[in-house]
């Protein structure tokens, strides 16, 4: 709603990004159900050897991670669509679009490193989301006293 009056349609596309995910988020937690519910030694599993039940366990925190990174993909375009809103916007420093846009990149290029190139030294992309924390600490600080907006 914040943004809304910069562009409806572009506004719009960045809060499905953020629910898609939020989506993907809620479907990776499942992995670690699974997990937990391996860890309870219910009678399901009497079965199988110990061995299996710790491989099933890998595998389900395997896949939590896989699925999580995905979805940080997501949240990085999300991030990146907020900051072109940002820049577009005449009520917020433009700096906060770009640092928004860059922390965007460094979810993207430092999440798909585990799914294109795996070898990618990306540790540098943990430091891009301080753009996130300027916007957010500026959204509590400032954002609250912005003039009231038209909002259609």
Partial sequence: MFLKPVNKSLSLLTAWFRLLYTGVYLFAVTNLIKVFTLTKGTSYFLSNSQQQISEFMLFY????K???FFGLVLF?????LLGFLVLKAEYIPKIMGWLLIIAGTGYIVGHLKVFLYPDLNTSFSMFTALGELVFMFWLLIKGSRVKELQIS
């Fill in 61 to 64: 925190i395997k896949s939590y």
């Fill in 66 to 68: 896989y699925e999580w």
């Fill in 76 to 80: 990085g375009i999300y991030l990146i």
